[in-house]
């Protein structure tokens, strides 16, 4: 019984942000949940695991095959926000003033950790840039090192492309931060004075 608490501990622990004593906590707390609870949320995560992928154009996730956003005609598709991962996409929908698109790079150039231009979304994003006839590209990236490499990266490819202006969410995300854990107001006013960025 004492190893089926250990284990248990040691997967949680390996969940972001949750630590070994968090993980003990969580772990006790689902001890005591009574039994329609407990397999309500093995459930959950099953359905979650097995019916959440990524949106076949934008990469944000999705139960169909592409997203609402993706989906929505309503949106303006001249204008792609490109964000780090899947969950970016909703927390800078919840600031409820961008209309446009999406484009998830599925995360950040960081060499040292083997993550290179090449292992990230980039060639959809340009054939994207080319089909919809983009305008704007606002970069999301994290307010990180990588993530500052990522939209130096992105300037890089399109600066050949005269037609699209280039901008960077503003000040008021905390520097080192990121976009997944900014609240709803700091987004809505780095979109609204998004700098231009090259
Ligand atoms: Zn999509």
């Given at each position: 019984m004492?190893?089926?608490?250990?284990?248990?501990?040691?997967?949680?622990?390996k969940?972001?942000?949750?630590?070994?004593?968090?993980?003990?906590k969580?772990?006790?707390?689902?001890?005591?949940?009574?039994?329609?609870?407990a397999?309500?949320?093995?459930?959950?995560?099953?359905?979650?695991?097995?019916?959440?992928?990524?949106?076949?154009?934008?990469?944000?996730?999705?139960?169909?095959?592409?997203?609402?956003?993706?989906?929505?005609?309503?949106?303006?598709?001249?204008?792609?926000?490109?964000?780090?991962?899947?969950?970016d996409?909703?927390?800078?929908?919840?600031s409820?003033?961008?209309?446009?698109?999406?484009?998830?790079?599925?995360?950040?150039?960081?060499?040292?950790?083997?993550?290179?231009?090449?292992?990230?979304n980039?060639?959809?994003?340009l054939?994207?840039?080319?089909?919809?006839?983009?305008?704007?590209?606002?970069?999301?990236?994290?307010?990180t090192?990588?993530?500052?490499t990522?939209?130096?990266?992105?300037?890089h490819?399109?600066?050949?492309?005269?037609?699209?202006?280039i901008?960077?969410?503003?000040?008021?995300?905390?520097?080192?931060?990121?976009?997944?854990?900014?609240?709803?107001?700091?987004?809505?006013?780095?979109?609204?004075?998004?700098?231009?960025?090259?």
């Amino acid at each position: 019984m004492d190893d089926v608490i250990n284990l248990l501990i040691k997967k949680l622990s390996k969940l972001p942000t949750i630590g070994p004593k968090s993980a003990t906590k969580i772990a006790y707390h689902l001890i005591k949940m009574d039994d329609n609870e407990a397999s309500e949320l093995a459930q959950d995560i099953k359905t979650i695991s097995k019916k959440i992928h990524p949106c076949k154009i934008c990469g944000s996730f999705t139960q169909e095959e592409t997203c609402k956003f993706c989906n929505d005609d309503e949106r303006d598709r001249t204008t792609i926000c490109v964000v780090e991962e899947p969950q970016d996409v909703l927390t800078i929908a919840s600031s409820e003033i961008y209309n446009g698109i999406f484009h998830v790079l599925g995360g950040s150039i960081n060499p040292l950790e083997g993550i290179n231009p090449s292992n990230l979304n980039f060639a959809s994003l340009l054939e994207r840039i080319e089909e919809n006839n983009v305008k704007e590209i606002i970069i999301a990236t994290n307010p990180t090192e990588e993530g500052d490499t990522t939209a130096l990266y992105i300037s890089h490819i399109l600066k050949n492309n005269k037609d699209i202006v280039i901008t960077r969410l503003a000040s008021g995300l905390p520097i080192g931060g990121d976009i997944e854990g900014a609240d709803k107001l700091t987004i809505a006013r780095s979109l609204r004075s998004r700098n231009k960025f090259s």
